[in-house]
């Protein structure tokens, strides 16, 4: 059940403009009500501040009805007002806490979350905000202020974002509710590689959007790039279940899937196939097949003359190095002999070779891996698998102790007001019983007094037929008085009525009348009261028997009772 009614989108407002303070405020920093120098940051026109007196309604401003013309509703939302202030506050202290980095297991694969990154502040160099990152023609990724281009091309639009010293972006801010990325978003950030986490910004004051900006407490991971480079690898424990959290995993961060991975593939085609038509390809292209024309022509001109030298020389040198040309021969005969010789001994070496090293490889391999494995295991911190389980299992002891206790005081806290419901259930129930009881007597109450009326009027009658014969002369001005006298007792019974009607619906406490007590006795307890079945039969009731005292129909059948 709200804690107030629900209103027009523009009726309830937590921020105004103050006159006398020439700033803007809000709602909690109200101490009067009323018409108190306060004006609309949108429209500009006077606004009041409503600081309810009942219990469980929040303050708010609104717009002053008589400057509101039908139709002519104000466009300013809070919301929009709250994402200026945060965006504001982070362009002025150019910095903002993050949350700690967790690494979950793959759907499907059971494991407990790994600790990746602790929380920590980060800094800016400068920041900017409504920033596109797309990519251009030549594949290259750029970022502006606005971006017109193809949807298909653009990777991500960011409300803030951070750069460091280099102007680089190192952090992007997407701030208000959201979902989780869609797959175009999450493959841009997969293409960017830069962290992004989503801030919810609180219903408060200026200083208290600060104050959670400083504390992280509503920063949320969306993206984060050492988070999806390193694989999730189990780590045996027989931790129990504890207590799970009212959010299954509100710090998983978005997961790549296969419309990420094809969203990612089209990208890569998209830009080979821009890269393909851009005109610096094209003209390295034709550069490099010209190029390769004119040195396959050179190789086969040079080719030609070299089998033509070849041919001269190895004549020349046939004629002239006749008899040296045989002892070549013949110890190329026996050359040829001991290198397949040689040979042989050299691939039987050369088989044991690869197959050793084959085998240090693969040793090797298998040795990197469990080196990697144990300092994972180890976490860096030199401890012992052993020390480190010792160590997860004290905290797991110390963490279920705190929440145990915690659980304790939740239960007595909630028994307590399961016994203070009950109370104000039962004291609800007598108020409706008593309520039922008048209601049930109003017929007969209301009877008894028509009657009481009735004979008034039957002895006025009387007395005036004993008075008739001698006041002729005066009928009609004592006919004028009787008429006046019954035209102001119906108008006081409109504006009692009216009253009553008007308390019923204001909920008007303070008066002094039965129904004014009533309500008084009832409020404390008005929440509960709509839960009561009974309840709600009864205002029902209430609600057509109270139309039904409005109607022609009634007010007929009452002067016809008074007339007799």
Known sequence: MPAFPVAEPDAHHDYAHSVALERDIHISEVTQR???????????????????????????????????????????????????????????????????????PPKGVAGLAL??????????GRVEKNKYFFEDHNGNIKADFSYHGPQEELLFKADIVFYDENDEPILFIQLGKRKKLTVNEFAGLKRLRVNTIKLTIPKE???????????????????HDDEQQIAYFSVPTDLGDGIPAIDGDPDR?????????????????????????????????????????????????????????????????????RGELD??????????????????????????????????????????????QEEIAL???????GQL?????????????RLDEQFGRELESIGAEQERVERAIAIERAAIERLRADITNAPAELIRKQHSQRSYHERLEAAEKEIIGGL?????????????????????????????????????????????????????????????ENGKADSRRLRKAKDFIGTAAFQSWLLQRQRG
């Open 34 to 104: 009323g018409r108190k120098g306060y004006k609309c940051i949108g429209c500009q026109r006077e606004m009041q501040a409503v600081l309810p007196k009942v219990q469980n309604y929040r303050p708010y401003f609104r717009h002053d009805a008589k400057f509101i013309k039908p139709g002519d509703k104000c466009t300013f939302k809070d919301e929009d007002y709250r994402r200026k202030l945060a965006a504001t506050t982070l362009e002025l202290n150019k910095e903002i806490k993050v949350p700690p980095v967790y690494k979950y």
């Open 115 to 124: 600790f990746l990154l602790p929380g920590t502040v980060i800094a800016a």
């Open 205 to 223: 004051s200026a200083e208290a959007i600060e104050i959670s900006q400083k504390k992280g407490d509503r920063a949320k991971w969306l993206y």
């Open 253 to 321: 961060l978005s997961e790549e899937s296969y419309d990420c991975r094809k969203v990612q593939v089209n990208n890569l085609i998209r830009a080979l196939g821009r890269c393909l038509e851009s005109e610096p390809y094209r003209t390295a292209e034709r550069a490099v097949v010209t190029a390769i024309g004119r040195t396959e022509l050179a190789i086969k001109r040079v080719g030609e003359r070299r089998a033509v030298f070849e041919e001269q020389y190895r004549n020349d040198a046939e004629t002239t190095y």
């Open 327 to 372: 002892e070549i021969e013949a110890r190329r005969v026996q050359f040829r002999t001991t290198k397949a010789g040689l040979n042989g001994r050299y691939q039987r070496l050369d088989e044991r070779y690869q197959s050793t090293k084959q085998r240090l490889r693969e040793e090797k391999a298998l040795l990197d891996a469990n080196i990697r």
């Open 379 to 385: 976490g860096g911190t030199g401890k012992t698998i």
């Open 389 to 401: 389980q010792d160590d997860a299992d004290r905290e797991h002891k110390a963490a279920r102790d």
């Open 472 to 532: 002729e002369k005066e009928r009609d001005g004592r006919q004028e008085r009787i008429d006046g006298a019954r035209s102001d007792l119906a108008a006081r019974f409109d504006e009692l009525r009216r009253q009553t009607a008007l308390a019923a619906e204001n909920k008007d406490t303070e008066g002094g009348t039965g129904l004014s007590l009533r309500l008084k006795a009832l409020s404390p307890a008005r929440g509960y009261v709509l839960a009561v």
